[in-house]
């Protein structure tokens, strides 16, 4: 039962240009969506957030952008750098659950 | 920048015996959290604990899971008798918990096990 899905499993992006990760989800009661970026053998680093009432969030070189109509929400990286190079994880939590449902990730690989 | 840590980074064990996972999470946070992932697979929540007890937890938190804090530090994890599909890497997470339940999770660096 896959609530949160990141349907490329990976994404190759030349240095300086855009990078859009996307993610779908099902469960209409998640109000809260992270970004988090994971480097191999580490634990998953937060990058940005966006609630349910908002359409959009804006962090530096981040944003995520949320469809709720289409339960879909994006994030654009620009311009996409070296070490962006990473696996981005999408994660979810609402309808009174606390904890994080993650998708299966999708891994990044910024070209020079 | 205060962080979660956790603690031992690699633990290897046999089946059947019991491990303690630590972790100490940032200091003024109140709500904790432990997630898995086995190798190739998503992250999955097990656990999350305030307030001295556990607030949610998953299907995969059987009774061979159980978490406490010990001290006003600690927060652990027991897995009592351990099989070969616990083999994963275990985080930690925590949020500062203000009554806002929209807040970022912070992650430990994580403890990779491995139950031969």
């Known amino acids: 039962d896959q609530q949160v899905k990141q349907n490329s499993p990976s994404l190759s992006v030349q240095e300086g240009r855009i990078s859009i990760l996307n993610c779908d989800y099902t469960n209409s009661m998640f109000d809260y969506f992270l970004w988090y970026k994971k480097y191999p053998a580490e634990g998953p680093t937060f990058l940005i957030s966006?609630?349910?009432?908002?359409d959009k969030n804006e962090d530096g070189r981040f944003t995520v952008f949320l469809n709720k109509s289409a339960k879909h929400l994006s994030l654009h990286i620009v311009p996409s750098q070296p070490g962006d190079s990473a696996v981005y994880f999408c994660a979810a939590s609402g309808g009174g659950a606390d904890g994080l449902t993650f998708g299966k990730g999708t891994h990044l690989i910024i070209q020079p | 920048e205060p962080e979660v840590t956790q603690t031992p980074s690699h633990q290897v064990t046999q089946m059947g015996q019991e491990v303690i996972l630590r972790c100490v999470p940032i200091?003024?946070?109140?709500?904790f959290y432990w997630y898995r992932q086995i190798l190739g697979q998503k992250v999955e929540f097990l656990v999350s604990?305030?307030?001295?007890?556990?607030?949610?937890k998953s299907e995969i938190f059987d009774d061979q899971f159980s978490v406490e804090r010990p001290d006003g530090s600690n927060f652990t994890l027991k897995i009592r008798s351990t099989k070969l599909e616990d083999s994963a890497m275990y985080f930690c997470a925590s949020r500062r918990g203000g009554g806002n339940r929209q807040e970022t999770q912070y992650f430990g660096p994580g403890t990779r096990l491995l139950v031969l």
């Open positions: 200091s003024n946070h109140l709500y």
């Open positions: 966006i609630s349910s009432i908002k």
């Open positions: 604990f305030y307030n001295n007890e556990i607030s949610e």
